[in-house]
């Protein structure tokens, strides 16, 4: 299989991971959600190749995760804002944060505390049942067939 047919597989990961799953489109989804819009302050923070940076750009945009406002009339010059696909891409940087955070720290502790602006408090993210909110743990979950694993294979059948 070639890497381009990745998002064609009925299945979840492999979907996303073919429109977020290189580094560049993680590193510039976690600038966004630090509040990062414009290109020269995202090619200024990430260090990456003005060619790598518009390529990922584009595919964000294209893809609905980012959007691009225009911030100056004159030159048509962009800010990228995270659209509400973008946005529900939180738990994901949140999930990564706190993995590296717990494993790839060396000794050191985080790097970034995340304040709940609600209660104040710093936090960790904890993935929770969205039926019964208990926290998950990997060993408590099943998986079973869905409808969308039937409907693609009885989309690629051939007649």
């Known amino acids: 299989m070639k890497i381009s047919d990745v998002g064609n597989q009925p299945c979840s990961v492999a979907r996303t991971l073919s429109v977020i799953g290189d580094t560049w489109s993680m590193m510039i989804i976690r600038n966004a959600f630090l509040g990062i819009r414009r290109f020269d302050d995202f090619h200024k923070n990430l260090g990456v190749t003005r060619h790598v940076l518009t390529d990922r750009l584009n595919t964000l945009v294209n893809e609905g995760i980012l959007h691009k406002v225009p911030y100056t009339e004159t030159q048509k010059r962009f800010e990228y804002r995270l659209t509400e696909k973008g946005l529900a891409l939180y738990p994901i940087i949140m999930s990564i944060v706190h993995w590296g955070d717990t494993f790839m720290d060396k000794g050191l502790g985080a790097p970034l505390d995340y304040v709940h602006e609600t209660c104040g408090h ?34 690629t059948k051939t007649v």
Not at 131 to 141: A, F, G, H, I, R
């Open 122 to 155: 710093a936090f960790h993210p904890v993935m929770v049942c969205s039926e019964c909110s208990e926290p998950l743990s990997p060993k408590q979950v099943n998986v079973k067939v869905g409808k969308g694993l039937y409907a693609y294979h009885s989309q």
